[in-house]
């Protein structure tokens, strides 16, 4: 064991070092194209920001970006809240058929997206919901919604019952005792269930290219369009912009909140 | 400062009667203990009151007004739970200022009622701590101030005091009792631990199986108890099974005694107890004579423990065995093998129904 | 004492409050789309005038064998990423659990995870000017090796399976992760004390510990993959046909969406089947 213990630990950090590489290695080589100037990525590398001034004047891509942020946020917003009630509703009160709501939150999560999508896509074709963003928006909630109740439910299991006993008993009504003594202490779990609801709607590209038309689209279905059509450094400029848009997000984040910790 | 009522009380979960028609009343001022095995459905019955539960049938009355489906936050009264369930995102005085709060109350009055509850319960200076600061004793004391600022007409403690050492428990029960004095405010204290009964409370109540089989005061029950559970569970005892027979009682081991002074039975099996702090152990024949009125068993010690100021003996008495506690200094100590004889006060044994 | 109260028990009319706008969504986005594509699979026609109802979309599939061959393509597909996934991921798990420590170890967690929020599709497309013709794999071979290679692996199969792989390798990790994280250091100790050798404390002790999370973490990277469409578009061209692929088209260009909504319920079914049919494997980590 002694001999091993020096070698191994190198042996498992060269290990993570290339898994790292095989992981943000095309991400670096797509941003760094998106500086280059050639239009057919070609070598030797030639420093421009003309890519990203061309984005700048792309109408298309600049409003799908504004929708996917808007549809995000109030995904976010809305899954939350009607996540964080749900959860409360469970972790509160015993009834017939309990068993049964919670296990109604995995087929969101274990069916494929692409049978959700199309479902949904015959669904509000069929009821005259329709498409568009309302549409998208409509599925990105219910989307979030599983993941938002998971999260805040396994906050909840080590949130004691007594302490709303307690704030009951000094005279606290529900209200009072949700907003003052549980909210703030599951707190940690209503964020990471917001970030996984961001992350869910604002990388959500399947459910969201069968529910959108031309005229309400989000990013991730006007880049698959545009990669389809035949791609142009325009699409790294954008993507590029989109990852250190949401890897910064997530490292802000993740200082006020470890992953998985109860801190 | 109130007085509660509680009348008739059911609550089933299930098959299983948690509470079984229990009436008691908790007069306005008193410092009540309900005692019981777990199980016993003392925490039940402790959370209807406080409106945690509510009863299946029967009622609750706070100060006459029935309260039995009122939800606790109306109910005005006071709780310590047995992990204090402080709020650990809130400081100190935070905590004590909760219920003031949220009754609507603010500013100067707020904070001059925490401090001086603060400084009835010895933590004046700790305001700003957080609970996860604080020791297991100051916890209590937070739970404790936070419970009574609010002037509760009742308060509740859940086993408030399990979770402390055994020294820490017996300062903690002191100071209970000195505050519950200076505040004065009924108070239904549940506990599984018999000492801590009878130390702190001035009247208890004893259940099993969701019914209260003896209620009174600690002197009375002890010296008193009306069952064989309330005799044991309570304290220790021996217990003495026999047939009585032209007036005195012929036990199950042969010897025969005086009755109970308080017995009028006059035939038939009889069950008593005796406390073993009330059995005299003397060496047999040592030349000492039982004092008139006392009743003598002979035996041989079987097993002795020693616990600094006193001994406690088993003896074996005929097939069945007796605790007796011994002083030491007022007895030699009795090596296990010793013939010895027991005595006992007629007014000491008492009778079991 | 475990006592639940009244407030608790039949507590539905409380509950309903808090439960109703989430599941009503759930119900509206979801549950009800389901059920509608169960009933427009059995439709003979979109048109609304004059429907009927048919089992022909799903005779197609059995009576076209392409079909199903795509659709063992997509299982087989799914089936590969998910144990490269284990393969690569596990032992970075482990590394990252067992032998990292303290802050290091939280920091190079985060930065393995944090591809999982940048856009998946973004993350697929970057492969595409690795892999192809010219593309910087391609020029760093060349610039490296004395002889002359012609390295084009855009719009093939090994392509998909690589930007597949590194789309859903950060799920691997993180659920390895966090069982992995679970065992008792001193579990291992003990072990050693034992007598046990490295290879049968791997074995003995922290894969079946660690399993759960394998498990969970193939789940997560399986059902994804078999739907997958997008993917093999960007990166298979024509080697790229996959049953997702199939199913987007009878949705986007061919227009036939009741026997797209037949194909689609019947990788549901094999779905559930394969999650059926692991369910005891399931059980028995849990």
């Not at chain 1, 939150?105 to 015959?122: D, H, N, Q, R």
């Not at chain 1, 038309?213 to 912009?241: C, D, H, M, W």
């Not at chain 3, 789309?167 to 072990?191: F, K």
């Not at chain 3, 949705?251 to 319920?265: D, K, R």
Request: charged share 15%; glycine share 8%.
């Amino acid at each position: 064991m002694i001999r091993a213990s020096a070698f191994l630990p190198g042996l498992g950090r060269f290990y993570i070092g290339l898994v790292l590489a095989f992981l943000y290695l095309p991400l670096v080589i797509m941003a760094a194209m998106s500086f280059n100037a050639s239009p057919f990525y070609q070598l030797p590398f030639e420093s421009t920001t003309h890519w990203y001034v061309a984005l700048a004047n792309d109408d298309g891509l600049i409003a799908a970006t504004f929708n996917s942020l808007k549809i995000a946020i109030l995904t976010t917003a809305i899954a939350t809240v009607l996540g964080t009630a749900a959860s409360l509703g469970l972790f509160r009160y015993e009834f017939t058929g309990k068993r049964l709501l919670q296990a109604l939150i995995v087929p969101p999560i274990a069916i494929p997206w692409l049978i959700s999508g199309t479902a949904m896509l015959i669904f509000f074709f069929g009821t005259g919901i329709g498409r568009g963003l309302h549409a998208i928006l409509l599925g990105h909630v219910a989307l979030a919604l599983p993941y938002v109740i998971i999260v805040v439910s396994a906050r909840l299991q080590t949130f004691s019952r007594d302490l709303e006993d307690a704030a009951a008993s000094l005279g606290a009504s529900a209200w009072q005792t949700t907003w003052k003594v549980t909210l703030p202490l599951i707190a940690p779990g209503v964020i990471a269930g917001g970030l996984f609801a961001f992350a869910v709607s604002f990388d959500q590209f399947v459910v969201s290219y069968f529910l959108a038309t031309p005229g309400q689209t989000t990013l991730p279905v006007e880049i698959y369009a545009a990669i389809r059509k035949g791609f142009t450094p325009e699409i790294n400029a954008v993507s590029t912009i989109i990852i250190v848009f949401s890897m910064s997000l997530m490292l802000v984040v993740s200082r006020f909140f470890r992953f998985g910790g109860d801190h | 400062m109130a007085r509660v009522e509680v009348q008739n009380v059911q609550r089933a979960f299930g098959d299983h009667k948690a509470v079984d028609d229990v009436s008691i009343t908790f007069e306005d001022g008193g410092f009540y203990a309900l005692l019981g095995p777990s199980g016993s459905g003392k925490t039940t019955l402790l959370r209807m009151i406080a409106g945690f539960e509510f009863p299946d049938s029967g009622s609750i009355r706070i100060d006459g007004a029935a309260v039995e489906t009122v939800p606790a936050n109306k109910r005005r009264i006071g709780m310590v739970f047995q992990n204090y369930a402080l709020f650990p995102h809130m400081s100190v005085a935070a905590n004590v200022a909760f219920g003031l709060e949220v009754s609507g109350q603010k500013g100067k009055d707020v904070r001059r009622a925490v401090s001086e509850v603060l400084d009835l319960v010895q933590l004046g200076d700790f305001g700003k701590r957080r609970p996860h600061q604080l020791s297991g004793g100051q916890r209590q004391r937070v739970a404790l101030a936070r419970a009574i600022v609010t002037k509760p007409r009742v308060l509740l403690l859940d086993e408030p005091l399990s979770a402390l050492d055994k020294a820490l428990r017996t300062t903690m029960q002191g100071e209970l009792k000195r505050i519950q004095r200076e505040v004065g405010v009924t108070t239904i204290f549940v506990t599984h631990d018999q000492d801590e009964a009878l130390s702190i409370a001035d009247q208890i109540g004893i259940l099993k199986d969701g019914r209260i089989v003896q209620s009174g005061a600690p002197e009375e029950i002890y010296d008193r108890p009306n069952s064989e559970f309330a005799a044991t569970f309570l304290g220790d005892a021996n217990i003495l099974d026999g047939t009585v027979v032209e007036g005195r009682l012929r036990l199950d081991n042969g010897a025969v005694v005086a009755l109970p002074l308080d017995s009028t039975q006059t035939s038939g099996r009889m069950r008593c107890a005796i406390r073993p702090e009330r059995v005299r152990l003397a060496v047999r024949n040592a030349g000492g004579r039982a004092e008139p009125g006392a009743t003598v068993v002979w035996g041989t010690v079987r097993r002795r423990l020693f616990s600094g100021s006193f001994s406690r003996y088993a003896v074996d008495c005929g097939g069945s065995e007796l605790q007796a506690i011994a002083q030491r200094g007022a007895t030699r100590d009795l090596a296990i093998g010793t013939e010895v004889e027991l005595s006992w006060d007629r007014r000491d044994l008492i009778a079991l129904s | 004492m475990a006592v639940t109260g009244m407030t608790r028990t039949n507590g539905l009319k409380k509950a309903l409050p808090l439960l109703l706008p989430a599941y009503g969504w759930l119900t509206l986005a979801i549950f009800l789309p389901l059920s509608a594509m169960v009933y427009f699979s059995l439709l003979t026609t979109m048109s609304s005038t004059t429907p009927s109802l048919t089992l022909a979309n799903y005779a197609a599939f059995f009576s076209d064998p392409l079909y199903a061959v795509l659709l063992l393509r997509s299982v087989k597909l799914a089936l590969l990423v998910m144990m490269i996934c284990v393969v690569i991921g596990f032992p970075a798990a482990y590394v990252l659990a067992k032998i990292f420590k303290g802050r290091a170890r939280e920091a190079i967690f985060l930065i393995v995870i944090l591809p999982f929020w940048s856009n998946s599709l973004v993350r697929v497309f970057s492969w595409s000017m690795v892999l192809r013709e010219g593309g910087i794999l391609d020029v760093v071979l060349n610039a490296i090796l004395p002889f002359k290679v012609s390295v084009d692996l855009m719009y093939s199969y090994p392509a998909v399976v690589i930007g597949l792989v590194h789309s859903y390798l950060p799920y691997m990790v993180l659920t390895c992760y966090l069982s992995l994280q679970a065992i008792d250091d001193a579990l291992i100790d003990a072990a050693r004390s034992l007598g046990a050798s490295r290879t049968t404390i791997l074995r003995r002790v922290i894969a079946p510990l660690a399993l759960p999370g394998v498990l969970a973490g193939s789940a997560l990277i399986f059902i994804p993959v078999i739907g997958s469409f997008m993917e093999p578009r960007i990166l298979g061209g024509r080697g790229g046909t996959l049953y997702g692929t199939v199913i987007e088209d009878q949705f986007t260009a061919v227009y036939n969406w009741p026997l797209g909504a037949a194909l689609s319920f019947i990788l549901l079914a094999v779905v559930l089947a394969i999650l059926l049919a692991a369910a005891p494997v399931l059980r028995k980590a849990a």
